[in-house]
């Protein structure tokens, strides 16, 4: 018999608005990030190809159930959501046509282009 682990109500708050505001599927992130990663400023002399950060945490955490949180993951998910807040909050006179916030929002896992 499966027992049903029960979650703190603002961990259910949490999740909910990590994947209303992380809006990019995690394919689709990791690619990005994939791409972010590999330009010419990214790789020091001895690149180790990884992802960059806090993206990299964000998609471990999208890769997770609910229930199998860390404190660690509710807290890359809390800080995603602010930051995704704060940017889209500060959006630029340029709006979505504006590269460098646009980016710094899908560095994130948020695509100011999706409608949600």
Known sequence: MVREKRLDPEVEVIWDDFHAEVNVPSEQL???LLTRGSGEESFGPNPDLDLPEPGR?????????????TPEDIEVMREAIDRIRALTAEKPRGGNADDQWRHSLLDLGHDVLVER
């Open 30 to 32: 990791r690619q990005w």
């Open 57 to 69: 945490q964000i998609l471990r955490v999208l890769s997770k159930r609910k229930v199998d949180l």
